[in-house]
Each structure stands twice: as C-alpha cells, then as structure tokens.
C-alpha cells in the first residue's frame, strides 16, 4: 500500500448503533480507530456480546488502536482484538487509559500492548506514516477525544463522539479553537458521529441534569435511587453532590459503577468526602432520607442491579412506597421493553419513577443538527462520511453536510466492510472487504454459528420432541415420546408414538436396519404427521438404540 492513498475501512458502527471501530491503513502501516461491541437483541437468543468481525486484520500487525472515549462501545472489543490480532499500542487519554487498563487486567492482557497516555495539549504524535492529534470533544464520560489523522493522501478527522457543551461539568469544553484552527490548516475528509443527526437544534448540556437533582431531591422524603451508565462520571459527581449537600449517604451498587467510581476518584474525577459512602448492607442503619442509591441498569440488562430491585432480587436494597426512581439514560434501541417492564414493576412497588419523558434527568451526549452544522463550518471538510449511526442517521448527517455547501459527490454513505479510498483526488468507494459479527457466548468467541441461532430461535418458537426406539433381536418395541415446549395432546402424542413404531417396523421389514437411515425415516415422518395436525414444526431429534 502506497502513502499517496489512505484506506478507511469501517468495521463496524455504519448503519447499526454499536461496535465501533475503523480500520486505516497507508504506507504499509495500519492504525484503527476504536473496538468496541454491540449489546444482543431478542433474536440473538443466549448471546453476551457482539463483536465486529476481525477477519480483515489476521495475519496482519496493527501498528496502534486509538481510543477516543470509554465507552464499552468504542472500548469493550478491545480484549478480543488483542487476542487475536498483533497490536504494538494502545492509546488514549488518562480516564480512558485506566479503566482500559482495568478491563485488559480481568482478561489477563495487560502485557498485550503497549499501554500509551494521549496528551490533548502536548502536540502531535508520529506513527510511521500516521501523525496524529488529540482534540477535546464533550460527551457524556469525561476525557473523550476526536482524533485527527494527517498522511501524504490527505488529513482525515474522526470526530469520536461529541457535543457542544459550553458547561460541562469539568470545565473541559469541545475545543473549537483547535477546530477552527484544523480547518484553517485543511481538511480533506470528516468522519463524523450521525446518533442525533436527525434532531433539531442543540444538545442540552449535562448541568441540565445537575440542576433536575437539585431540584428534586431535596423534595423527596423516601430513600432517592438513580440508575445511569456506569461511564457517566459527571452524572454521579453531580449526584453525588447533591447528596452532600442534603446530608444524604451514598451507596453504590453494581460491580461496573463500584470500579468506574474507584478508578475515577483515584485519579481525581470524582472529588467527594470519603464518610458519604456506606455499604449497601449498611442502608438498614440509615432512615430512608438519609440514603441516595447510586446503580447500573438503566438499560433494563437482567441482571443489573435495577432490574433485580425490581423484581425484589436484590439481598440488600428494597424499594417501597415513597421511595424515588430516577432513571438518568434514553433506552438504547432495542432495550425500550425490557426498560418499560423495570418502570412498571417499579412503579407497582409504590415508587415514584422519573424518566426522560416526565422530567429533565437526562441529556445525550451526542450533538444534534445544528451542532453538525457547526461543526462542519469550522472544520470545512472537502468531504464527509457518516459514521457511528443507523442508515437513516447517517443519511440525516449527509443532508446537514449538503446543505452546508459539501459537494453531493462528496459525500460517502458507507456500509460495514466498505473500502474508502483517499488521496489528493479527492475520496471514492473502492472494493469491499469481509465484514460481519462475532457473536461471544460464554466463554466462546466466535463459536456460534448462525445455524446454532436458527436452532434456538426454532427451540424457542416450537419446541422439541425426542423420540426413542429400541431395537432388541431384529424387532422394536413401542417408542418413548418426550416433549419440551412443544403442547400436545393425549390423543396426538398416542398418534405420534403408533406412527413411530409403524415406521421402524415397516423399514425392519424391508430389511432397513442402517441408524441413520431409521433417525431420517422418523424425523420425516413424525415432522410430518405433527406439521399436518398442528401447523407446527418442532425440533424433532429420533434416538435410535441398538440392545
């Protein structure tokens, strides 16, 4: 690969909110940007996690993985990709950096990588044909960055995910001095995050959410539990302060907001006094205005600890009349039932439950339209590529760059796999690479097939029937019926069991007497009797057995 050309090779995150990560390559050298994961929906039936598919970097070596914020996903396929694939650097920035370090550490991978702390302010960074710059952006985690990439092709800037935010809790703006500054010195093409392209207007900045809890806490006389993503630093610096202030103790529960808390403070992102805190066991001792429950689950995950206070599951925290929750996060999609269930069992508890649709607890961390267009006045990219977004956002974000004086031919809406190409003729579409999902299940990477799913959704809809025949001295006796899922009557199971024995007998007859041959005369046939007497097709397994 020649240094006049840079090729950008999305990964995952185009078209799909989820598993983020962007492959660039020139020079001989390959850098990505971002590995992250997506979370399962309801027809990846057993599965943990999604990652994109790495197949395109095997047997090659990564020169570095950049991370512009710690978000599980932009970071959470980082473990996986370092198992697989040679990687020389990670860097990032300080908050980033540690709680990468942490999750690398549970994997046993610390010495995978090269570990590199990204300074914003210290200049630029030379990797091989690469040199790259750490820009300030606001978002919902601290610390996050956008990156610009400059080559001989041309200067890219990936814009990680963002928000102009002019009072952020840290006091550490979007930086668009240096936007403007990246624009005066050129631009030749944008990657920039579409999530809310198709919002009007401005993203609200995260003080908004300060001042609701310092509204409404103060009001309530019941224990207060707010439930946000275990990243959102500033969300529980703020709840946190409010509690101080109202003489509040704060528990924390969750095993991901207890580390995101500890790491935080030991490195001075979160400032509180060390007698706030107490043990969730310890919340009997203290009347219920006297507690602020800090905990994860505001995605409604099975087994986080919301979900599990309310469905009663929790060994140490019950929630009771008069009691507030506040639910500080938008569903992501897909999980909007699973969220709905949590409120209503919630609510039925006697709790008073505060969502984004009836009060002002949450913000997004990502810009709206007239952010984008902000955003592209100051850099003046020659071109534009969506990322980070389904397809009608990424489309939303082609219209914003249009409409703001991009050239239509400028504009590259790109799918997963897409090879970009960019160099001083501008920015084209090359070939496609192979790109799909690796779905983790268990302990299994990339073990489960998509005829493994099929087989689940199937044991998930119909059921399954195992028939047993015996086979002693050339004769069958009566096959053994057993069915899970699957409702039957008395009447069809009697059929289904005379048919069976029909159909070995009748093949014993012919002189048919191969196992396999006697498992796919059964399978076909009971498959058949139960799809013409129920409409239905459950999994049949026949076990044939030789005494």
């Not at 897909?334 to 709905?340: A, I, M, Q, S, Y």
Request: proline share 5%; with cysteine; charged share 25%.
């Amino acid at each position: 690969m020649t240094d006049d050309v840079v090729r950008i090779i999305p990964l995952g995150g185009l078209g799909e909110v989820g598993k983020n990560m962007t492959v660039f390559e020139t020079g001989g050298e390959i850098i990505v940007v971002d590995a992250g994961i997506a979370f399962p929906r309801d027809e990846h039936l057993g599965v943990d996690l999604i990652l994109p598919d790495f197949g395109y970097l095997e047997g090659k070596e990564v020169r570095a993985v950049i991370l512009t914020h710690a978000h599980e996903d932009h970071v959470g396929g980082l473990p996986y990709l370092l198992r697989e694939i040679r990687v020389q650097e990670v860097w990032a920035t300080r908050l980033t950096l540690a709680l990468v370090q942490s999750k690398l550490d549970e994997h046993g991978l610390l010495r995978a990588a090269e570990l590199r702390e990204a300074i914003p302010e210290a200049g630029a960074v030379e990797l091989g044909p690469f040199s790259l710059e750490f820009i300030r952006m606001s978002h919902s985690v601290p610390d996050a960055v956008g990156v610009a990439i400059s080559t001989k092709a041309g200067r890219i800037f990936h814009t990680g995910d963002w928000k102009l935010d002019f009072t952020p809790v840290d006091g550490l703006k979007t930086d668009v001095g240096r936007l403007a500054d990246l624009g005066n010195r050129g631009v030749d093409l944008l990657l920039g995050d579409s999530t809310n392209a198709e919002r009007p207007g401005y993203t609200r900045s995260e003080r908004v959410v300060g001042e609701a809890f310092r509204q409404l806490i103060p009001q309530r006389t019941g224990r207060v539990l707010i439930s946000s993503f275990a990243s959102n630093i500033h969300r529980m610096q703020q709840a946190i302060d409010v509690a101080v202030d109202e003489g509040r103790r704060v528990a924390v529960v969750g095993r991901s907001m207890r580390k995101n808390l500890n790491i935080a403070r030991s490195l001075g992102y979160i400032t509180a006094p060390d007698d706030v805190f107490v043990k969730p066991a310890d919340l009997d001792e203290l009347p219920p205005d006297e507690q602020l429950i800090l905990c994860t689950g505001s995605q409604g995950e099975p087994l986080s600890a919301l979900t599990r206070i309310a469905y009663n599951d929790h060994p140490s925290i019950v929630v009771e009349r008069g009691d507030t929750v506040i639910i500080s996060a938008r569903p992501v999609p897909g999980n909007e039932l699973r969220v709905h269930d949590s409120i209503n069992r919630l609510t039925r508890s006697g709790a008073e439950v505060l969502h984004e649709e009836n009060a002002p607890v949450h913000v997004s961390g990502h810009a709206c339209s007239e952010e984008m267009r902000t955003l592209i006045g100051l850099v003046r990219p020659k071109a534009v590529m969506p990322i980070h977004g389904e397809y009608r956002m990424q489309a939303a974000h082609a219209r914003i760059a249009r409409e703001a004086g991009v050239p239509a031919n400028a504009i590259v809406i790109a799918e997963n796999g897409d090879v970009v190409e960019l160099s001083k003729n501008g920015v084209h579409l090359g070939e496609r690479v192979e790109s799909g999902v690796t779905f983790v299940d268990g302990l299994g990477v990339g073990d489960i097939s998509d005829v493994a799913l099929r087989d689940r959704r199937h044991l998930s809809e119909d059921g399954v029937l195992i028939i047993v025949a015996t086979l002693s001295n050339g004769t069958v006796s009566p096959p053994e019926l057993i069915s899970r899922g699957f409702a039957e009557s008395e009447e069809l199971l009697s059929d289904m069991r005379e048919e069976a024995h029909e159909i070995v007998r009748g093949l014993l007859e012919d002189d048919v007497r191969e196992i396999k041959l006697l498992q796919e005369h059964l399978h076909d046939g009971i498959g058949q009797l139960v799809y013409d007497r129920t409409r239905r097709r459950p999994m049949i397994l026949p076990v044939v057995v030789e005494v």
